[in-house]
């Protein structure tokens, strides 16, 4: 079966720190990573190197069998990558609804009377549907958490990439979002989730990566993974 997902000894620096070294990484169609490590370890620019955001040094990153390193952030999203950000930014004077509608038709190049129904079963999809009319400035924490997930959703993507998305929550709110998460991933769509809630985090992958100082520390059954002495010692706390 063919990737869906290809990095190949991915390398960025910013100066001399390299924030980005030697990443190999692979996803199958519908799989879900997960992705911990501790602060500044290069999760986020991970990320950004994914969905287009930022060059990387040298390397190559291929999605669905096809070479999109030099791609910028648009033609990557119209292929189907979807990313969530850390913070939160919703356009917030325009309603739930609206901030959807430009996901799909700025974001994946969708027609506006083409992307309503679709807008509609992402409104349902993230539990936002009671709030579709509501400014997005209005919203709590968690609802705004939902809305970022449900305007990478509106692109329509094959791979959503959740950056952070439980940090911040309580723990009733951290367990819907799960269960929300849990259904996107059932619907088919591969996810790549960096989170440092990692009990949240196995609830949904079925593998982890470790990164640390830009490097893949481990990777494999999250168990596994968590059970390595080196994880560990690195992220003694993480778990807990
Ligand atoms: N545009 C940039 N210019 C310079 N340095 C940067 C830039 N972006 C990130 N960095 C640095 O790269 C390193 C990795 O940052 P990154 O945000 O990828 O880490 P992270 O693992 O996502 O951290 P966190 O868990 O805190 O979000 C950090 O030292 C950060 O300061």
Redesign the pocket.
């Known amino acids: 079966m063919q990737q869906l997902l290809v990095l190949e000894q991915v390398h960025k620096r910013?100066?001399s720190?390299k924030?980005t070294d030697d990443l190999s990484l692979a996803l199958a169609p519908g799989e879900a990573l997960g992705i911990i490590?501790?602060?500044?370890?290069?999760?986020?620019?991970?990320f950004n190197l994914i969905a287009g955001g930022v060059a990387a040094d040298s390397g190559r990153i291929s999605f669905q069998g096809e070479d999109v390193t030099r791609e910028p952030v648009f033609k990557r999203c119209q292929r189907g990558i979807g990313r969530s950000h850390?913070i939160p930014h919703p356009f917030v004077k325009m309603t739930v609804f609206e901030n959807l509608l430009v996901g799909a038709t700025f974001g994946a190049g969708q027609s506006e009377k083409d992307s309503y129904a679709w807008c509609a079963h992402i409104l349902e999809l993230t539990g936002l549907m009671k709030k579709a009319n509501a400014p997005a400035g209005s919203l709590t924490l968690l609802e705004r958490k939902r809305l970022e997930m449900a305007r990478a959703l509106a692109t329509r993507p094959q791979l959503l990439l959740l950056d952070?998305i439980a940090g911040g929550l309580t723990e009733p709110e951290c367990l819907e979002l799960v269960g929300t998460i849990q259904g996107i991933h059932r619907s088919g769509t591969a996810i790549i989730w960096?989170e440092?809630i990692v009990h949240a985090l196995l609830a949904v992958v079925s593998r982890l990566a470790v990164?640390n100082f830009g490097r893949k520390l481990d990777e494999g059954e999250p168990n596994a993974v968590m059970a390595n002495p080196k994880v560990q010692e690195i992220y003694m706390g993480i778990g807990s």
């Open positions: 910013y100066g720190v924030v490590g501790p602060n500044g370890a290069g999760k986020s620019t991970l850390q952070e960096i440092h990164i």
